[in-house]
């Protein structure tokens, strides 16, 4: 079975790695919102046109924190809202925040009490976006963020300082004891669902309309880097990646199950382990996506237990974001990281 074929590459037109990077719909078209190595930006490219955009944000710290400016913006997410594309996400030293992509205006500033992020994701709830956000703190938690919500401010008359009167305040989903590694939502049994894995080993499934614990996977044999959920041999599994694996968990028990072992007889998951995932089902196949440290991507096909095709290998260095969707009609797959480029692959015809 051959690997898939490399639709098209292209190199963000800053001088920094892609840290990470979302994918929205705008007028029926894939565009993709990064966040680079720097972290004062976010970039968008469309992958039809092959053509960037540097779009600056405004200070997230507080309209009176005129000497703190945006420095850590390394896990980013998108959504389109009410037909403008919002971008959510922070960093290890920056909470979570958003902003107009368009204008870079602040929609929701960094809160002072909370930790810095280490993953940012989304989901749709009732017809209605949201963003899901897990600190990199110790005492981890995940948030949901609503982003037809934002702050707002007042001008003090006589005063040259703004002050902001009110909050828009995301709900707590759950609470990891160490960094989030992996976000991803989902239906499960007609609810719907957010999946979160922290540093701890754990992977928790939250009903997020009434805050409940659906299963909870414990002692995960890998800290996972990447989690999500799809059916395979028609039952819900949970998905996680880390290490050298991609794991399959049954969450009607919270019992792991299959381990699909990263190929080769001595892989150190140190220098070669896998940073990031995504799942999805291509021509009815349920497949994951795993992007590694050595610049490794793999497609698994989760029904087979095995690869498709072969390791790929054009990138140089970590991978540190991995989505699958459609362009120009196509299933692919987006890979990107420290070589600063993205990468297209074509998920149509991998049994050719």
């Known amino acids: 079975m051959k690997s898939p074929a490399l639709l098209t590459s292209s190199r963000i037109i800053s001088d920094s790695p ?34 960037w955009a540097v779009h600056p944000l405004d200070n997230p710290c507080g309209p009176n924190e005129d000497d703190m400016e945006l420095d850590c913006l390394l896990s980013i997410g998108a959504l389109v809202v009410d037909g403008r594309i919002v971008v ?42 949201l963003f899901i956000a897990g600190d990199s703190s110790a005492g981890s938690p995940v948030r949901l963020w609503d982003p037809s919500q934002r702050d707002s401010l007042t001008e003090y008359e006589g005063e040259d300082w703004f002050a902001i009167n009110y909050l828009a305040e995301p709900i707590d989903v759950c609470w990891h004891r160490d960094s989030i590694g992996g976000l991803a939502s989902g239906m499960l049994g007609g609810r719907p669902v957010v999946i979160s894995s922290g540093a701890d080993a754990c992977v928790m499934v939250r009903d997020v309309d009434d805050m409940t614990s659906v299963v909870q996977f414990d002692d995960a044999p890998v800290p996972a880097g990447g989690v999500g959920m799809i059916p395979v041999d028609g039952r819900m599994r949970v998905v996680a990646a880390g290490g050298t694996s991609v794991l399959l968990g049954d969450p009607d028990t919270g019992t792991w199950g299959e381990c699909l072992e990263f190929p080769g007889d001595e892989v150190d998951p140190d220098e070669e382990g896998i940073l990031c995932m995504d799942v999805g089902v291509v021509d009815g196949r349920p497949i994951a996506v795993t992007g590694a440290k050595d610049g490794t991507v793999c497609l698994w096909d989760l029904e087979g237990r095995s690869l498709l095709g072969a390791p790929i290998t054009e990138h140089e260095d970590e991978v540190f974001a991995v989505r699958m969707t459609e362009v120009s ?18 998920l149509d015809d991998l049994d050719q």
């Open 18 to 51: 892609i840290e990470d990077f979302d994918i929205v719909l705008v007028d029926g078209r894939p565009l993709v919102v990064c966040a680079d190595f720097s972290g004062r930006d976010a970039f968008s490219w469309d992958p039809v046109d092959d053509r």
């Open 88 to 129: 959510g996400g922070g960093g290890y030293r920056q909470p979570f925040a958003q902003w107009d992509l368009q204008t870079g205006a602040v929609l929701t500033y960094a809160r002072d009490e909370h930790g810095g992020v280490a993953r940012t994701s989304t989901m749709e709830l009732h017809g209605r976006p």
């Open 329 to 346: 009609n196509r299933a692919v797959a987006l890979t990107a990281g420290r070589d600063r480029r993205i990468r297209v692959w074509d």
